[in-house]
């Protein structure tokens, strides 16, 4: 069958950088001594090493990085219960613990092309690593809710920058007959912190103090830093242009100020006439953006992509879907902790499906496209994985284990293939040249709204709870699994637009 006719490009050599997250390939002022720049595809001389060989402890540096940052975002999850109780807030007040961090890294990614260009890989990749592990530091001391948000924060500072930088370097560094196999190999330290975040999380609040789950990212930090030093290329431009500040001050604070409105709902009393002021602040702000980006030569996100239809499609689809699915993990993690009264290992342990589900999913998301096209596949997976969302509402205190981890590891592999299609289906129609700031403007939508989705879930609950009773926590949840499946199902609507 013609991958062509149905939409989906080859993966070929020139494909490698348009991965989410990407920076744009500019010519090199410095490098590492032997970096391999210019020189991808060249056969090697007899004996010569391959590059992921010569490139060992980079390679090791990023997927450390990679993994890190995979761990971070899973194993604070299951440790909201306990981390509520030890700072005297409730488990839902924690949202804005969670939101933080993802808004953070939205808000920040669009800066890291220009950072790298103007200051060089090797000084961003270690400011960020250093930045992340004093950050996670300062969670790990904190006292209050308060505390916890700021230093949330400034790991989202430093993570902003750790996966566009460590891909960049490696398309790079490492030849092309080489690269797949090294992304292969970060990539699977990615997963593996996936799926031990769940297990970590669990068995440290569990066993020990939930502080740890934060400072066990000290130490992979410090020594992150010193291989930074000695195994990160210096890749930067001469002259670099000039930096968007206005358009990124705008962007930043209209969703900062969608974010603090989000808060605001959870309050009791409600303060309305401060949500209306940020939401109307945050539009405000918003359109004086869509204004600006059209008239500067190099906004931090270029609007004049949603042109094309895919753009278009992928963006306001991965929006609507991510705010529908988001939140599910933290609100099974509520769910079975405090609803039906497992342990946080116990509750880790039976997320570790889902995780597998997904790692099933990247094996054939290939052939789902090439057998389906992005247009059949997206409308009906997400309606499977709508119907599998509401499927959890049957869940109660008396459901086996097994039952519970089957609807884990099923929706975990139809949300990895909803993640993944749509994620590739934003570069289908574009030209090479325009892979950098797809990708940029891709990963700001998707930590945009993991954000606001998060935030939904949460003030869905919040709102559906009559009491705070382990039997009010069970019918709280099942009501928001199902409202949370009608939004993921509204989402298919969107890839109607696609070409059939």
């Known amino acids: ?11 070929d050599g020139s494909a490698a950088v348009t ?46 990085a990679f993994f890190m940052q995979s761990l971070d975002s899973t194993v604070v999850n299951t440790a909201v219960p306990v981390i509520a ?11 804005s613990a969670l939101t ?6 939205a808000v920040l990614i669009p800066a890291t092309p220009w950072l790298c ?5 090797r000084r961003v990749f270690g400011l960020a690593i250093t930045v992340f592990g004093v950050g996670s530091l300062f969670c790990g001391l904190a006292q209050n809710l308060p505390q916890l948000v700021a230093a949330r924060v400034l790991q989202g500072v430093g993570g902003a920058a750790l996966l566009p930088v460590g891909r960049y370097v490696l398309v790079r560094t490492i030849d092309k007959r080489d690269f797949v196999r090294a992304m292969s190999t970060v990539a699977t330290y990615g997963v593996l912190g996936s799926v031990l975040g769940p297990l970590v999380g669990g068995a440290l609040v569990q066993y020990t103090s939930w502080r740890l789950i934060f400072l066990i990212n000290v130490p992979v930090a410090v020594v992150g830093y010193w291989m930074n030093r000695h195994e990160m290329p210096d890749y930067r431009l001469a002259h670099a242009h000039r930096f968007d500040l206005s358009g990124f001050l705008l962007f930043a604070t209209a ?65 609507f ?70 499927s959890f509402a049957i869940l109660g ?36 040249s325009h892979a950098s700031m797809a990708s940029s403007l891709a990963s700001t939508a998707q930590y945009l709204a993991m954000s606001f989705g998060i935030a939904l879930g949460m003030l869905l609950m919040q709102g559906l709870l009559g009491g705070h009773a382990s039997g009010d926590y069970v019918v709280a949840f099942r009501w928001t699994v199902i409202a949370l499946a009608l939004i993921t199902a509204g989402a298919s609507r969107v890839f109607r637009q696609l070409p059939a």
């Not at 069958?1 to 993966?11: E, S, V």
């Open 255 to 319: 969703s900062a100020l969608l974010l603090i409105a989000s808060e605001l709902a959870g309050a009791s009393p409600k303060p309305w006439s401060s949500m209306l002021a940020c939401t109307l602040g945050a539009l405000v702000l918003g359109s004086l953006y869509v204004w600006h980006a059209g008239r500067t030569e190099f906004p931090v996100a270029d609007l004049k992509l949603l042109r094309k239809r895919s753009v278009q499609v992928a963006l306001s689809g991965g929006i």
């Open 397 to 432: 205190p008396g459901s086996p284990v097994w039952l519970v981890a089957t609807l884990a590891f099923f929706y975990g592999g139809f949300a990895g293939l909803q993640y993944t299609a749509m994620n590739t289906l934003i570069y289908n129609d574009l030209d090479i």
């Open 85 to 95: 109780d030890g700072l005297r807030v409730t488990p839902l007040d924690m949202r």
């Open 100 to 105: 933080s961090y993802v808004l953070t890294l």
């Open 1 to 11: 069958m013609d991958n062509r006719r149905l939409g989906i490009r080859p993966m």
């Open 321 to 390: 879907t991510r705010l529908g699915i988001s939140g599910m993990f933290v609100l099974l993690m509520l769910f079975l902790q405090v609803g039906c009264g497992w342990s946080p290992l116990a509750a880790g342990m039976v997320m570790v499906p889902q995780a597998i589900g997904s790692i099933v999913a990247k094996r054939v998301i290939n052939r789902a496209l090439v057998h389906y096209g992005y247009r059949r596949l997206l409308l009906g997976n997400t309606l499977i994985v709508a119907a599998l969302l509401g």
């Open 19 to 64: 991965m989410p997250g990407m920076l744009p390939e500019a010519p090199a002022e410095s490098q590492a001594p032997g970096a391999t720049v210019g020189g991808a595809g060249e056969e090697p001389a007899p004996g010569q090493l391959s590059g992921a060989v010569r490139f060992r402890g980079l390679l090791l540096l990023v997927a450390a």
């Open 117 to 121: 260009d103007r200051l060089g890989t």
